[in-house]
């Protein structure tokens, strides 16, 4: 149904708390890889506070290993700042997700605007597709109006990834049904447009299943907040297998 990324920035955030590498984000991207994840996604922020651009070369070098057997991918996550982007054309990462993030930001919060960024973007997704890595853009469908459909159409990204927050939290709600259909509405729209579409930000294992068999066009989803806590819980394999029952096709 939809391949599933982990993202491992609250390994490195726990990481970062005592000042050595344990737990070392890379142990447990391995681990996640062995039990059956297509692949991993970090997102390092300019002030480093839980992932770190040195992460990048051990998953780097994970990821490759993996794919002497299987496919596998690692995704890099972040605003498309010149020192990210130096380190993301330095890693090479077989997909890059830009999102609109303050630098003070405690997390991922909304979509582009395309309107507003169209030139930028275009400017800065070119070395990334002159590397043959895979960009995919942050997309809010609640702003996603003609004129942001047009400014993303001239962008010409590979991948949207939908911002699922406000599904997320009307999930379970007298507002589920509302919600589910503008997203929908809009997958539609991208598909047709022929950019794939990726999902993430606050899906969990009661939420996720809905949203892929309403959305059978998402092709990943990057998990990693839910995915620890639940693990905190339920054990780190034993929670990776549930996500990836989730993922998998009836």
Not at 21 to 33: C, D, I, V, W
Not at 179 to 197: C, D, F, H, R
Not at 222 to 234: F, K, M, N, P, T
């Amino acid at each position: 149904m939809a391949h599933l990324s982990v993202n491992l920035n609250k390994i490195a955030l726990l990481r970062n708390s005592r000042g050595k590498n344990f737990p070392a984000p890379e142990e447990f991207g391995k681990k996640a890889l062995e039990a059956g994840a297509f692949g991993l996604t970090l997102h390092p922020r300019p002030d480093q506070r839980h992932a770190r651009y040195s992460d990048l070369p051990l998953l780097g070098e994970l990821i490759h290993s993996f794919k002497k057997t299987r496919p596998a991918e690692l995704n890099v996550e972040g605003y498309p700042s010149e020192e990210f982007l130096s380190r993301v054309l330095e890693q090479q990462p077989d997909q890059c997700t830009l999102v609109p993030d303050a630098p003070d930001a405690i997390t991922s919060n909304a979509g582009w605007d395309f309107v507003t960024h169209q030139e930028f973007l275009t400017h800065v997704i070119r070395p990334l597709k002159s590397k043959k890595i895979r960009v995919s853009l942050f997309l809010d469908p609640f702003t996603f109006t003609p004129a942001q459909k047009k400014a993303l159409q001239t962008i010409a990204p590979e991948r949207i990834e939908l911002y699922t927050e406000k599904y997320a939290q009307d999930f379970g709600t007298p507002h589920q049904a509302a919600t589910l259909e503008a997203y929908k509405n809009v997958s539609t729209q991208i598909s047709l447009m022929g950019i794939e579409i990726n999902a993430g930000h606050d899906l969990n294992q009661k939420n996720l299943r809905t949203l892929l068999e309403e959305i059978p066009q998402i092709k990943e989803v990057s998990i990693g907040h839910a995915l620890i806590v639940d693990a905190l819980w339920e054990g780190f394999i034993p929670t990776l297998k549930n996500y990836l029952a989730l993922t998998k096709a009836p």
